[in-house]
């Protein structure tokens, strides 16, 4: 049963020196002054706590103890921690600022704590411990001197007890050294031994005294036995399950659990100890022969490790590009060696392609004119390409005349005959021989839109008329007049907009002055009051009752603007800002018609401070709305607003801008969370806080004290009781202890035996596949690299064959570029010569005409014939250009075709590549995967017949241990039914 505990007691500084760790003790006193720490929760639970009377202590700076506090077996408990006494002249306690510090005595170990939250002394004060302890054993549980071992037990003093060791002991045990063993001490005394190496369960004899002799030679009845293990160095004290041992005469007590704490000396760590290993163990103390040490063992590679044991990855220097000629794929580490073939040929200086076999790379071919009498002659042109030549027979290469008799730079085939004066009308700038045509100019307005034309001018003289009106102020202003007709009007300014309220018809200029209509509810008192409103459009929405402004004229308010989101109002729903009157009623002092679309400003009007009457908002604004017609008051949040972000508060100001950002349905209840009466869901203080959290946990250490007074009554009840069942019950644990061991015998043993026979099947399993995976693997990788050798060359070679097309393709849009545009300058050049030409004629025709028409009719066939050469010019030309681009096509498109093909070549070979590495991968899967198939259903074959076999046999044991259980169910209904009748005895 648990006790609760309360611990007043006299103050002490007591120290018990174990193992160089000075433990202090419990405190016993009382100075008159102290303050509470509680221990919570998470702090008990942080503590390793194995011995019952285990306790916390307080102690200052210089070690003096000044509070302790039982702690095994209790979820949270508070410590009293005990001040000075000022009325004495001796320091017996506290001093007000001191540090506390706190330590945990569980049995003979001691554990420096950290407290969650510094404690610093101060009287009537409270620090309330949240976190977890951190416990620091102290020691670190080692000792470096001697420890004081107790003997192995040897003799016989003529009666004993037996304890049973199960299973369950040894496997919370980590026992290393092969003369381990545990000893039993009974009130100081060596009563007992037994060897525990390498074993799972045993007995130990604890010897009684002889009471035929004088001396104490053995345990006394009812004595509590004390189980301590020596294990190499290590002395550990033993914390059994149940508990504690006691001694009866030919006894038996079963232990079915135990753990142990060092009490003295080093425990023994096997593990790795070198520091270089992979599972280096900083703890160790001795090498167990584990360490793993992971490198090259290759001994050609640049890393070789000569300690490593276990294969790691292996350095090779040399050329790790593919594409390089001294590529070799077993290098991983790039050393900067690799060479490669130059562009255009393979590594044996090959070229890569040569379609037309004359020695020169296809890359390197100079496509160019090969004909010396070609104007764009190429002599290091290795394959025949495009030839230009003069455009006329009368030029030559550079463009220049052939023949120039009077050395003017026009050739004798292009002279014109014409006007050359540039003062004259007809000036021709075409001509290049004068032939005295000239006409003089004649001056005048040549403009038929002028008020002045001269229809007889041939040359404008810039002095054209325009009337209209001439006066920039006016209202017809002619931008474009130069004479004044007196037709001027003067503006009119004014609202020229027939659909404002004040529109003027008289007006011809706007002046901006228009006002337009604003509709919306004109009504002071209504809800949805428009200031701005001219026009009353039937919309205005008066307040719901109750919701009435009290007073609407009190000089000074409030905007507070409402977030769209702030509250789910429906459409019209009233929001109020109400306030307390002087005799203490809510009034009215603004109200609003909710709009689910948003723009829902209030007005608060604020009280007027000229009158005695509180007649506005005031102090802190209230809010209501209506929720199913009941009145429900909001608690507003506020959100920053305007440029100067300003963020508002539930107080009124006059003249403010602010934001409303959200509103929750206010909660009464106490606020304060220093009372037990606390809500945290509550916003709105409704004065209900009555008891403090102090007052109710000094009720509750009141009722602690009754309880146990009434427990400890209840305890020695119970002592009396099972003491005299205790034999009885020991002797049943003793043979359930034996049932216990054979079966888990049996069962350990079945199942270390079908576990090595599944080990072994899995081992020779996975060790037949692994060499089969290992060769599709090396085949792979070796395919995988050879595929990719061949691509990298073929893809240089590509890239070689790219650069040389886009050259050459470069270069023959150059050269086309420039005929192109010869062509165009000598186009132009005789566009030039026909029109001087047909301007030369046309005047002889003039002066001709009307003279002679046969004259006429031989300069119109002269015309003719020269339209028909020049048609027949363009004609040839066009061919030309024709056949050039034609050429250029063909060129192009031949290779484009060789691009294409070797393209595709290149795509073929590829694919074949991958299609072949595919087919192998996907062939070498396929068998596997049959092999692993056929390996799996045998392997399952052999597993089920294994569980058939297993199951069958636990069938048979389950079946004998049901018939223990029924037989030990009996004896135990028995025992219930004795213990039955006992306890009505009892309380006869």
């Known amino acids: 049963m648990k006790k609760f505990f309360l611990l007043f007691t006299a103050f002490s500084l007591n120290f018990v020196t174990y193992s160089q760790c000075d433990i202090p003790a419990t405190f016993s006193g009382n100075t008159g002054a102290n303050m509470t720490v509680m221990l919570t929760p998470d702090f008990i639970s942080s503590l390793t706590i194995t011995d019952a009377d285990a306790y916390v202590v307080a102690t ?41 510090n706190l330590s945990l005595v569980d049995g003979l170990n001691l554990y420096f704590l950290t407290p969650p939250s510094p404690i610093s002394y101060v009287t009537s004060g409270m620090s309330v411990q949240m976190g977890t302890a951190n416990p620091e054993l102290c020691g670190g549980g080692d000792s470096d001197g001697d420890c004081t071992f107790p003997e192995f037990f040897s003799g016989n003093t003529g009666n004993n007890m037996t304890v049973m060791l199960t299973p369950g002991v040894f496997s919370g045990l980590n026992i290393v050294n092969e003369d381990a063993y545990i000893s039993a001490i009974s009130d100081g005394m060596l009563v007992g031994s037994v060897s525990v190496f390498g074993i799972s369960q045993t007995a130990l004899s604890v010897w009684g005294d002889d009471s035929s002799t004088g001396a104490v030679d053995g345990a006394s009845i009812g004595s509590e036995v004390i189980l301590q293990l020596v294990d190499g160095s290590s002395l550990y004290t033993l914390t059994t399950s149940p508990e504690p041992i006691t001694y009866i005469v030919n006894g038996t007590q079963v232990i079915m659990s135990a753990s142990a704490s060092l009490s003295c000396g080093v425990t023994e760590i096997l593990g790795c100890t070198d520091i270089s290993a992979d599972n280096f163990n900083a703890d160790a103390t001795t090498d167990d022969g584990s360490c793993i040490i992971t490198g090259c063992m290759d001994a050609s590679a640049d890393n070789f490790n000569p300690s490593a044991n276990s294969e790691g990855d292996c350095d090779y220097s040399g050329c790790t590009n593919p594409s390089a000629c001294n590529y070799d794929v077993i290098h991983n580490v790039e050393d900067g060696s690799c060479f490669y073939a130059d562009s255009g040929y393979d590594c044996n200086g090959v070229c890569l392609a040569d379609a037309d076999s004359d020695g020169v790379c296809d890359a390197f071919e100079v496509l160019g004119c090969t004909d010396s009498n070609g104007c764009n002659y190429n002599p290091d042109a290795t394959d025949s390409g495009f030839c230009s030549y003069p455009l006329q027979s009368y030029l030559d290469c550079s463009g220049e005349c052939i023949n120039d008799d009077d050395g003017d730079g026009i050739c004798n085939e292009l ?139 009190t000089g000074n308010n409030a905007l507070i603007y409402i977030d769209v989101n702030a509250f789910p109002f429906n459409a019209g729903d009233n ?149 005299s069942l205790g034999s009885q019950i020991f002797e049943l644990q003793g043979q359930l202890a034996d049932t216990i061991s054979h079966f888990n015998s049996e069962l350990n043993a079945l199942n270390t035996y079908w576990q090595d026979l599944y080990n072994l099947d899995m081992y020779n399993l996975e060790d037949s596949m692994q060499s089969v995976i290992d060769q599709m693997q090396a085949a792979w990788d070796a395919q995988v690299a ?103 096509d063909a060129e192009v498109a031949s290779l484009q075709a060789a691009w294409d093909a070797q393209v595709a070549q290149l795509n073929a070979d590829a694919d074949a590549a991958a299609a072949a590495a595919s087919l192998l991968l996907s062939n070498t899967i396929l068998s596997y995967e049959n092999s692993l198939d056929s390996l799996e259903f045998s392997y399952e074959n052999e597993i089920s017949g294994i569980n058939s076999a297993h199951n069958a046999q636990l069938e048979e044991i389950a079946y004998l241990d049901s018939q223990e259980d029924a037989a030990y169910q009996a004896t135990i209904d028995g025992l219930n039914s004795d213990i039955v009748g006992l306890n009505s005895d009892i309380v006869d």
């Open 60 to 100: 200052t700076d210089d070690g003096m103890v000044v509070g302790s506090q039982p702690v095994s077996g209790v979820p949270q408990t508070s410590l009293a921690v005990w001040g000075d006494d000022s009325s004495t002249p001796e320091t017996d306690g506290a001093l007000t600022g001191e540090s506390i």
């Open 415 to 553: 002279e014109s005959e014409g006007c050359t004066d540039q003062t004259a009308f007809n000036y021709n700038p075409a001509a290049t021989d004068d032939d005295g045509s000239c006409i003089a100019v004649a001056l005048g307005c040549m403009d038929s839109s002028a008020d002045n034309y001269d229809s007889s001018a041939n040359t404008d003289n810039g002095l054209c008329q325009y009337l209209g009106c001439t006066d920039e102020s006016a209202f017809n202003y002619d931008p474009n007049a130069n004479v004044n007709d007196g037709s001027c009007i003067d503006v009119v300014l004014g609202c020229m907009d027939a659909s404002a309220l004040n529109y003027n018809a008289d007006a011809n200029t706007d002046d901006g002055s228009c006002v337009g209509v604003v509709s919306g509810c004109t009504d002071a008192g209504a809800i949805n009051y428009n200031s701005n409103a001219n026009v009353d459009d039937g919309s205005c929405i008066m307040p719901a009752a109750g919701f009435e402004i009290v007073n609407s004229n």
């Open 575 to 723: 929001l109020g800002a109400f306030f307390i009157d002087e005799n203490g009623e809510d009034q009215c002092a603004g109200v609003l018609s909710w709009n689910p679309s948003g723009g829902n400003l209030i007005v608060v009007h604020g009280d007027d401070p000229n009158t005695a009457a509180i007649d506005g908002a005031h102090g802190e604004v209230i809010w209501k709305t209506n929720i199913d017609g009941q009145a429900v008051v909001l608690f507003a949040s506020y959100g920053s607003y305007g440029a100067e972000n300003i963020l508002g508060n539930n107080q009124y100001a006059p003249n403010a801008a602010y934001l409303i950002s959200g509103f929750t349905i206010a909660i009464e209840g106490c606020m304060d969370p220093g009372y037990m009466e606390y809500s945290a869901n509550a916003n709105v203080e409704d004065g209900s806080c009555s008891m403090l959290f102090s007052e109710a946990y000094a009720n509750a250490l009141n009722d602690i004290l009754l309880l146990n007074t009434e427990i400890d009554d209840l305890e020695d009840d119970l002592f009396n009781a099972e003491s």
């Open 786 to 888: 050879g595929l990719e050798n061949d691509l990298a060359v073929l893809n240089q070679g590509l890239l070689d064959s790219i650069a040389s097309y886009e050259e050459q393709l470069s270069d023959m849009q150059a050269a086309w570029d420039a005929d192109a545009l010869d062509y165009q300058g000598q186009l132009s050049d005789l566009q030039a010569t026909l029109d001087a030409t047909v301007a030369d004629y046309q005047d002889q025709l003039s002066n001709l005409v009307d003279n002679h028409a046969d004259a006429v009719s031989e300069l119109n066939g002269q015309i003719d014939a020269l339209q028909a050469e020049y048609d027949a010019y363009v004609i040839s030309t066009d061919a030309t250009i024709a056949d050039m681009q034609a050429a250029w």
